[in-house]
């Protein structure tokens, strides 16, 4: 069961294309669940965000990114807006977005983590996979065994 999504996100990382099992966060206006996921161990995982496609403020910037880099990250889709991509161009992950805002979040730790989250009627499941690149992406149930 593959799952193709159109290509909707604009890549603004230093790699175009990632792979990994899902992790998954769902917040509106609010990066701090953003945040202490990224801060975890991210070997082979994509970081999926809903922010419900919201342009108020940019759910990640230069300095988290940095620290999902750190963390092993292979990349990052955030259903939302952006920040500091001039800085991010430059770091070793993959990051999709939607849009660029210079906004900060507030941080008041609202949010959830690791649940199944749908949009662009999609439905992203933790522990499903996830090839991105610049055609599109690509969700499977089980890992496809390509990089």
Same mark, same amino acid.
């Given at each position: 069961?593959l799952?193709?999504i159109?290509?909707?996100?604009?890549s603004?990382?230093?790699k175009?294309?990632?792979?990994?099992?899902i992790?998954?966060?769902?917040?509106?206006?609010d990066?701090?669940k953003?945040?202490?996921?990224?801060?975890? %161990? @991210? =070997?082979?995982?994509?970081?999926? +965000?809903?922010?419900n496609?919201?342009t108020?403020?940019?759910? !990640?910037g230069?300095?988290?990114?940095?620290t999902?880099?750190?963390?092993n990250?292979?990349?990052i889709?955030v %259903? @939302? =807006?952006?920040?500091?991509?001039? +800085?991010?161009v430059d770091i070793?992950?993959?990051?999709f977005? !939607?849009s660029t805002?210079?906004?900060?979040?507030?941080k008041?730790?609202?949010?959830d983590?690791?649940?199944?989250i749908?949009?662009?009627?999609?439905?992203?499941k933790?522990g499903?996979?996830?090839y991105a690149?610049?055609?599109?992406?690509?969700v499977?149930?089980?890992?496809?065994?390509?990089?």
């Amino acid at each position: 069961d593959l799952i193709i999504i159109d290509q909707k996100f604009k890549s603004y990382g230093g790699k175009t294309s990632f792979c990994g099992e899902i992790s998954t966060v769902k917040c509106l206006n609010d990066n701090s669940k953003v945040r202490e996921v990224l801060n975890t %161990n @991210g =070997c082979n995982k994509v970081l999926v +965000v809903d922010g419900n496609a919201s342009t108020d403020c940019a759910l !990640l910037g230069d300095m988290l990114t940095e620290t999902a880099f750190m963390n092993n990250w292979s990349g990052i889709i955030v %259903n @939302g =807006c952006i920040r500091d991509s001039d +800085v991010i161009v430059d770091i070793g992950i993959g990051v999709f977005a !939607l849009s660029t805002i210079p906004i900060k979040s507030v941080k008041k730790g609202i949010g959830d983590v690791d649940i199944d989250i749908n949009f662009m009627d999609i439905t992203f499941k933790p522990g499903h996979y996830l090839y991105a690149d610049l055609d599109g992406i690509i969700v499977s149930k089980k890992e496809l065994g390509i990089k």
